[in-house]
């Protein structure tokens, strides 16, 4: 009902900078809250950061001040600018949107930080 396509993600160095993109379409409902999670090997997926139709935001402490999420309403579109990137970084990253208080998610994508 509901596609979640992701794009951005991909092999960086530390210190470098990538930006995912994930829009969302096959709906006639209102897009709400839409989101980044992650999940890196032998751990549990984690919220990286959320932005609600309005514009509330919530950052995991991890990346606060180094990652920014927007969302443009008109396009269903979410993304999240990665700056300052470590190797702890690494994961699948995925897309989240509720969309009629329903949960949908994306593939992942997979965003790679060497040291």
């Known amino acids: 009902q509901v596609q979640l396509v992701e794009s951005g993600g991909g092999l960086v160095q530390a210190g470098g900078s990538l930006r995912l993109s994930c829009a969302a379409s096959?709906?006639?409902?209102?897009?709400?809250?839409m989101g980044w999670y992650r999940q890196a090997p032998g751990k549990q997926r984690e919220l990286v950061a959320d932005?609600?139709?309005?514009?509330?935001?919530n950052y995991v402490d991890s990346v606060k001040g180094r990652f920014t999420i927007s969302r443009d309403n008109a396009n269903n579109t979410v993304y999240l600018q990665m700056n300052s990137l470590k190797p702890e970084d690494t994961a699948v990253y995925y897309c989240?949107?509720?969309?009629?208080?329903?949960?949908?998610w994306g593939k992942g994508t997979l965003v790679t930080v060497s040291s």
């Open positions: 989240n949107a509720e969309v009629a208080f329903r949960a949908f």
């Open positions: 096959g709906t006639m409902f209102s897009v709400s809250t």
């Open positions: 932005i609600t139709r309005g514009g509330r935001i």
